[in-house]
């Protein structure tokens, strides 16, 4: 598979399913397969049952995070303002 194929079958999954889970395509036990990881185990359970197990000759696999507390990092914690002095 190229990495335009790749990148046109993640785009149509995030398209097809939403945008709650990160999707990624990547060599599995059976083959090629579909990862989708999401944040909650709620989306998780949903997307388990709109997401067919064989999808365009993909193996699917839907994860999510189990810490029951996930580290918070601040997006804008590396962004620095230095003000500029006249």
Aim: aromatic content about 10%; proline content about 9%; hydrophobic content about 35%.
């Amino acid at each position: 598979m190229s990495p335009l194929e790749r990148d046109d079958l993640i785009l149509e999954a995030a398209l097809e399913w939403g945008a709650d889970a990160m999707f990624d395509i990547r060599p599995g036990t059976l083959g090629l397969t579909l990862y989708a990881h999401c944040d909650l185990k709620e989306d998780a359970s949903y997307l388990r049952k709109k997401i067919p197990l064989d999808w365009h000759g993909l193996y699917t696999i839907v994860t999510y995070n189990t810490d029951p507390n996930p580290p918070r990092k601040d997006p804008y914690a590396d962004f620095v303002v230095t003000p500029k002095l006249k």
